[in-house]
Structures are given as structure tokens and as C-alpha cells.
């Protein structure tokens, strides 16, 4: 029992070195960061999820303005919102610029809508992948890190072993199991880097492929006056859903 309770995590760092200690210190530094991140990212996802519905309000709405008014309301800082206001600020540029005669009325109105849409999307691309960096690099280097803490650990509790003479059993694997603990912590530390990792990455592709279709459709109304139809819609009989009437006749 004695010499059971010689050996654990308070002795590997009371007999630990500068260079265990720092890779300890470092392993702990990069859990921080992973966990602030992933915490981040939940609470981001948690106020998403107020989004839903934002979309349809906003072509259910009778006007442009109040569209507008219903995304700031239930999808404010939204990347939805951001969009429908970049696209409606570059139209009105466009409508405010285009006086016949002036250097204005070459504007290809609908080149710099596209420009706006996109500009707005790469936006809200960066900020969806901000931090995924950092994360993907804590999740592929924390194994080699603690493994690296093993090695050196492995390698002083060899040399003391020889110097003091002592090549018993007992002697060995107590400072080898010490200093494989430096592995479990790496291990501790990459697994969930690397799972929120993937779950962000799919997080975002699919919030991205919500916002492009959003973006088409925005597109499209500010080009022509009208959103597109889904094809499931048209042969449902209706040509015109009630959904887009209003915006339709907004934007006449």
C-alpha cells in the first residue's frame, strides 16, 4: 500500500523536471482553449436555433422594409440577416446610381448585387470558421505532445533507475507508469478537439448551403421582382405561393 501511494500525479510532478512540467502546463493551456472554443460554438448553436422560421417570415412579410424589420427581430447578427441587408443596401446603391447619362447607368445592377451576396457570405464564412484552426492544430498535435512527455519522462526514470542500481520490477514501473500518463493527457486532450472538430465542420456546411440557397433567392428577387418557385410547389397548382405574394408585390 505505501508503495502503491509513492506513485501517482502528485508525485510524477513533485520529481518531475522544467521540461515535464512546461509539457504539462502547455497540454493544459491547449484543454483550456479547446473547451473555451467548444463552448463557444455551443452557446452559438443554441442561440441558432431562435433562428428558425426567420426565413419564411421575411418573404412572408408585405414589404421589403418589413421583411427587413421581422430578420432583425428574429434573426438579429444572424448571418440570414447580414445577407438581406447587404443585398438590399447594394440594390438601392444600384437604384440611387443609375441616372441615365451618368457614369452610374453602366452599373450592371445585377453584378453588384452578386458581389454584395457574396461578399456577405465570405463574411459569415469566416466567422462560422473562426477558431477551427486553432482547434484542428489542438487536436492533431496534444498526442505528440504528451507523447513527447512520455519519452523524456521514460528516459529520466531510466537514468535514475541505473544510477541508483536498482532494476527490480517494482523499481521500473512506477516511473514508466508516471510518465505514461503524459500520454493519457494528450490523449484527453486531442479526442474532443478532434470530435467538435467534425461536428463543427458539418455545422457549418450545412448552415453555409442554407445561406447560399438564401442567397439565391435573394438574388433573384432583387434581380426580377420575384423569389423562385420550387418546382414541387409549381406542380402543386399555384404559381404564385401566398408565401412570396407579398414580397412579390413589395418590390413592385
Sequence with gaps: METSQAFGLAHLWAQADLVIRGVALMLL????????????????????RRFDGAVEAFWS???????????????????????????????????????QGSLGSTLDADEVITRALRKSIALSTASLESGMTLLASIGSTAPFVGLFGTVWG???????????????????????????????????????AVLAYNWMTRSNRLELSELDAFAHDLHAWFSTGSRIVPLNELQGGSSTPASIRPATSGAA
Design 29 to 48: 493551456v491547449m484543454s483550456i482553449t479547446s473547451w473555451y472554443l467548444i463552448l463557444l460554438r455551443i452557446a452559438r448553436q443554441v442561440r441558432a
Design 61 to 99: 412579410a408585405p414589404d421589403l422594409g418589413q421583411g427587413l424589420r421581422r430578420l432583425a427581430q428574429q434573426a438579429a447578427g444572424s448571418p440570414f440577416e447580414a445577407l438581406a441587408q447587404q443585398g438590399a443596401a447594394a440594390a438601392d446603391h444600384v437604384r440611387r446610381h443609375t441616372h
Design 154 to 192: 521514460i528516459y529520466h526514470a531510466l537514468v535514475n533507475i541505473s544510477v541508483s542500481g536498482a532494476a527490480t520490477l517494482d523499481k521500473v514501473a512506477g516511473p514508466v507508469g508516471e510518465a505514461l500518463i503524459m500520454t493519457a493527457f494528450g490523449l484527453f486532450v486531442a479526442i474532443p
